[in-house]
């Protein structure tokens, strides 16, 4: 390494995950053509990369909040695109970050030339982590419940909130532990394949929902103004039939999601409530790097025969956040949402608000991550793609995460008490 060249990241070199920084090369000569690079690992053990190319201004600096990239993985002004541009090897790979107990740890470097093989000049390590000081990160197995809960510090009391990033199995604890930096108090809840759980379900129960609720409302640090849901893709449906059928649901965060119960039918008290909306494969089409391309692969939902699927989110009392992705390719978020907007207007409410993002693609997630353009789907047994254009995308995520803050604050918050959220 050159000793005259620095790499620095600013505000501090270790940060919450959702914290953007500075990142900073001098020492360089006027001009010179350097190579930036980050190389971070998931949970998996599955190495990510990315690369920019960089010519450095008159006094020999680089900026990348201020200077384009040339070339690599991204080109153009893009202060974090080091992080959402990373990428591994593999086709049809995603990031995988759920422990929160690790941070997520990105090393960057600097090389001479625009090939990414000369020298190495200066390198520092970003330590990104999930937790915030002082956020208790408590395992739940009480009851039927499997999951996670995470608690804001201090006395409370704290708004409270599902995080369903429940389909595909297992247990995911990176939004709900960002969520609770903010000052939310989040349970992020296992359906199946965590712990002593199954690893496959055919059915699932709006019964254990109600239990995760009540868990919830029985906390002593819990604030009694009811509870929020966050959700995403199946997640979204269930999202809709929890604050359909269930007391207590204050506001729910759909993300591209759909207006049926989908895939897997949905009982409570023992009986059926919700059939399944299931997907027709003669619909799919193959994209170049051979991903399905599944959009209009579902099933209408407004059609007759698909009734028993429709979740009556009209008799909801709590308001909604829908949140659509124009490039979806997993189905057309956008007409559902459409649909359920709709819906509501026409039985007289205005209990709702929708986003819309152009160029997103389905994995809306909390910003800075790498993007997905595709990976497996438990559906469908197949990779497919998610869609989005990578900047589009990184840009959409930065604002919804914002934005999710915002409506958990309006609607969970008491009018008194809203002045002093921390979100």
């Known amino acids: 390494m050159s000793a005259l060249v620095r790499l620095r990241l600013l ?9 953007p920084v500075r990142v900073l090369v001098d020492g360089l000569r006027s001009s010179q053509v350097v ?20 010519r450095a201004d008159a006094g020999g600096a680089v900026d990348l909040g201020r200077e384009p990239s040339l070339g690599g993985s991204y080109t153009g002004v893009e202060p974090m695109g080091l ?7 593999a086709l049809h790979t995603k990031f995988h970050k759920t422990d929160s107990r690790r941070p ?3 090393r960057f470097s600097v090389h001479d030339g625009e090939a990414g093989a000369g020298p190495l000049l200066a390198e520092a390590t970003n330590e990104r982590c999930l937790l915030a000081d002082e956020v208790e990160r408590q395992p739940i197995k009480e009851g039927n419940i499997r999951g996670v809960l995470f608690v804001p510090p201090g006395d409370g009391p704290f708004p409270a909130v599902l995080d369903l990033y429940t389909f595909g199995g297992g247990l995911s604890e990176r939004r709900a532990a960002l969520l609770a930096n903010c000052g939310l108090m989040v349970l992020t809840l296992a359906l199946y394949g965590h712990d002593d759980q199954p690893k496959k379900v055919t059915k699932l129960h709006l019964d254990y ?36 059928h269930l007391p207590n649901v204050k506001a729910t965060a759909w993300i591209n ?14 009986s059926q409530i919700h059939s399944a909306l299931m997907y027709d494969s003669k619909h799919n089409t193959v ?17 007759p025969e698909n009734e028993g699927s429709l979740i009556p989110i009209e008799r909801a009392t709590g308001h909604f956040l829908f949140v659509a992705a124009e490039d979806d390719l997993n189905w057309d978020s956008c007409l559902f949402a459409d649909q359920m907007t709709e819906r509501l207007r026409r039985q007289g409410k205005d209990n709702f608000e929708k986003v819309v993002y152009p160029g997103a693609g389905h994995y809306l997630e909390p910003p800075f991550g790498p993007y997905c353009p595709s990976s497996f789907h438990g559906v ?10 990578p900047k589009a995308h990184a840009k959409a995520e930065m604002h919804l995460w914002n934005k999710i803050q915002e409506f958990f604050r309006t609607h969970l918050f008491p009018e008194a008490g809203a002045a002093k959220a921390r979100l």
């Not at 992080?83 to 090897?89: G, I």
């Not at 207006?259 to 039918?265: D, G, T, Y």
């Open 35 to 54: 190579t930036m690079k980050a190389r971070a690992t998931d949970d998996k053990g599955v190495p990510f990369h990315a690369s920019a190319v960089y």
């Open 209 to 244: 929902f109600e239990e995760a609720i009540q868990l919830l409302g029985k906390h002593p640090k819990a604030m009694d103004s009811g509870v929020g849901i966050i959700s995403i893709s199946k997640s979204g449906d269930l999202a809709l039939s929890i604050a359909t």
């Open 104 to 106: 997520h740890v990105v």
């Open 380 to 389: 469908v047994g197949a990779p497919v793609a998610w869609g989005g254009e």
């Open 287 to 303: 994209t170049k790097s051979g991903a399905l391309n599944i959009k209009h692969g579902l099933h209408d939902p407004l059609a």
């Open 11 to 19: 505000p501090s070199a270790k940060c919450l995950y959702t914290q």
């Open 257 to 270: 999601g759909c207006c049926s119960n989908v895939a897997i039918p949905l009982y409570y008290r023992g």
């Open 83 to 89: 992080l959402w541009s990373l990428r591994a090897d």
